[in-house]
Nanobody, 126 residues
Framework: QVELVESGGGSVQAGGSLRLSCAASGYTYSYCMGWFRQAPGKAREGVAA??????????ADSVKGRFTISQDNAKNTLSLYLQMNNLKPEDTAMYYC??????????????????WGQGTQVTVSS
């Protein structure tokens, strides 16, 4: 069973940066790891994903060039990161780490993710 714990959220002014972290325990090789976000009154959306078996990355168009997903693998534990630069007020949301055991080609199918963290709030003021 994969367990995910996010950290690193906070409040920042527009143009600023934040780095989110997710500690993933109990995972095995060949997982898609993703970052999602949900703003009040809006549907949850996939932001970025990475394949643990090969480090292929995927991004939503709204964050390309501003956000970077990365991972740091250790024995039975993975640390997932989301570096967010040039933040905009529309990036304000609860951010979630998620995992899906599958092959690389499914990482962008956001609806398939099964394991979720509790979320961390990101607030960007103008």
């Amino acid at each position: 069973q994969v367990e995910l714990v996010e950290s690193g959220g906070g409040s920042v002014q527009a143009g600023g940066s934040l780095r989110l972290s997710c500690a993933a325990s109990g995972y095995t090789y060949s997982y898609c790891m993703g970052w999602f976000r949900q703003a009040p009154g809006k549907a949850r959306e996939g932001v970025a994903a990475i394949y643990t078996g090969g480090a292929t990355t995927y991004y939503a168009d709204s964050v390309k060039g501003r956000f970077t997903i990365s991972q740091d693998n250790a024995k039975n534990t993975l640390s997932l990161y989301l570096q967010m630069n040039n933040l905009k007020p529309e990036d304000t949301a609860m951010y979630y780490c998620a995992a899906l055991r599958t092959t690389d080609s499914w990482c962008r199918v956001w609806s398939l993710y099964k394991h979720w963290g509790q979320g961390t709030q990101v607030t960007v003021s103008s």
